[in-house]
């Protein structure tokens, strides 16, 4: 009769079937280790090298972007002091300045020289150092000399010089004319 009471309840409620619902269960295994082997040649690829593990071909990479070396240039723009053909005494200071454009795709840093390269140096030392200027921009080359003592006409053509001794650019040329020896005191 209890049956029979449990069943007309659930006739007369529209008992639905009820499935139990249980927690998630997660299952966890222990990860296989693998054992890396160097050998003393570089192995084939497709051979195996430990049971279960094969060597796969791989592509190789592209060549990584090389830079492009930069160019030494410079051009002439306009002599700054002491143009061509200027009268100067015998034994005068001269502060010779030079307007040039830094022309090529290289900075010109500390490494950078102008150099002596023909005619009289006029007391001054062979070797300079380059002002520096980022490519494209103008920049003053200065160098102090000293006229000769002896009338007559002296010319000099200096040279710019890159980091490896490369000469480049236009030549720098100064010209003067020496009328007179300058007086001392």
Excluded at 82 to 94: H, K, L, R, T
Aim: overall charge positive; some cysteine.
């Amino acid at each position: 009769m209890r049956h029979t009471l449990i069943f007309l309840g659930c006739l007369l409620a529209s008992c639905a079937t009820v499935t139990p619902t249980l927690p998630p269960v997660t299952v966890t295994r222990p990860l296989p280790t693998a054992t890396l082997t160097v050998a003393a040649s570089p192995p084939t690829p497709g051979r195996t090298v430990e049971p279960g593990f094969t060597l796969i071909p791989t592509t190789p990479l592209p060549p990584t972007a090389t830079s492009v070396p930069c160019t030494s240039d410079a051009k002439f723009l306009r002599d700054v002091t002491v143009p061509d053909f200027s009268s100067i005494n015998g034994g005068a200071i001269m502060d010779k300045r030079w307007a040039v454009r830094n022309s090529g795709t290289c900075d010109w840093g500390r490494e950078y020289r102008v150099v002596f390269a023909e005619g009289s140096s006029m007391g001054a030392a062979n070797e300079q150092a380059l002002y520096p200027a980022k490519a494209g921009s103008e920049a003053i080359i200065q160098i102090s000399m000293t006229a000769p003592i002896a009338p007559g006409d002296y010319n000099g053509k200096w040279q710019l010089r890159d980091p490896k001794g490369k000469a480049f650019g236009e030549v720098l040329f100064i010209k003067i004319k020496v009328v007179a020896a300058t007086a001392t005191p």
